[in-house]
DNA sequence: TCGGTTTTTAGTGTAGACAGTTTGCAAAGT
DNA sequence: ACTTTGCAAACTGTCTACACTAAAAACCGA
């Protein structure tokens, strides 16, 4: 990385063993590689990533505190399980945190910001004709992304683009729960750029938590359809 | 509990030694023995538990998790530091939560359960007119506590009743910056019963964002009075 | 006396070893 | 055949020791 001139501009920001591993464990589940319910054994993976058991404990402590992994004391570690419950509550408060964090974005977002906001949702507008399913992903990761960024309010973006949503990616991966309403979210996306854009908290609000309750509607479904064709696949 | 016969129906939890140890802590910072802004050195604080630095680290990680604790890599651990900014961002984030709580609570909550909420209420309101400071404390614990619990989601509870409340008490130790308004939080609490007899969603989300909002602006000034008292002092 | 450089030292980061529990298995008893 | 009990292996929980980093102190030259 960075083989050009200069010292190296990188920022060294010296990160610990263990940020290293917390970060690949992430990964590892929110990509599926460990699947939820899966028992984790210290001793195993501690070898394959060619490290000490005592920083991978940190690390699995660390996720503990996020939810992503559960401990029960002298059994083991396990991914945390996932249930359509479970994905419907996470949507609830997802719901309540953006729609305020838009709330806040329709009184302090500069007109800039929001011309920015636009010309993302054009962009999208031709993905989603090309159908190339990018939306779904990153684009729409973006928009709430930076809906959130505007409100200056660290602990707020923190739990939205951090915490909140690495828990949610565990679903995406798991099924196609997500997605396949890439017209319908496209639509809500505009009603809701233009209310940051008439400056109208209230609508802002209105808007977005529109928006996610009917992909938690939409989300809560499809994980139920499929958590049924398990089901008949086991017969 | 359970004093009868049998050899002993208690349920043996067989907590760790990292669950004792991080519960210590967690009090600890709550309570203001660990000042925010302190530096804590792994070495002494394990000698003065009486362990070692590895149930200890790991503790510490899971802290790190629920943002009460800050490491800087090589550097060491700090409790998180306070600041008006971050109180504020705080409470921001528990209006939107609370709110949306509230809200489900006037769906779900029963009738009986209702009329519990009013008899503390009742109960509170001597506490309030004896000015016994009682209520500024677990009774107004106990009121949200009643409301997110009602809602039936685990993951909502957990925020409210876990990680935001043992943040936002942090403050409450350290300054009377909440408080001061038993008065006119009591009536606040009688409105948002009120809604929620009526089983009137919007009405309730309502009447709690205002009661939070109004906390958070009274506690805003209060710990920027504190503060500025404080830099008085120093002089 | 001051600025810069080297040395020291305290503290974090990591690894490895040991102890305590749990669980699965197998053998014995009913 | 089925339950029970004892054993053994495996894994988690904890502690100790060592390596590495960074801040502080001492030193030297101007």
Redesign the pocket.
Known sequence: MAPTSKVSSEK?V????????TERLEDAIVAGDLVPGE??????L?NEM?????????AIRRLEGRRLLE???????RVAELSPERLNELLTVREALEGMACRIAATKMTDAEIQDLEKLLNAHARDVSSSSGYYQQSGDFDFHFRIAQSTGNEFLISMVTGDLYDLLRVYRYKSSTMGGRAEEALNEHKKIVAALAAHDPDAAEAAMREHISNARIHAKRAFEEAAAADKADAS
């Open positions: 060294i010296a990160k610990s063993l263990v940020d290293v591993v028992r984790i054994l210290e001793q195993v501690a060619g490290i000490s058991r005592g920083p991978l404990r940190e401990r029960k004391p002298n059994i083991g570690v």
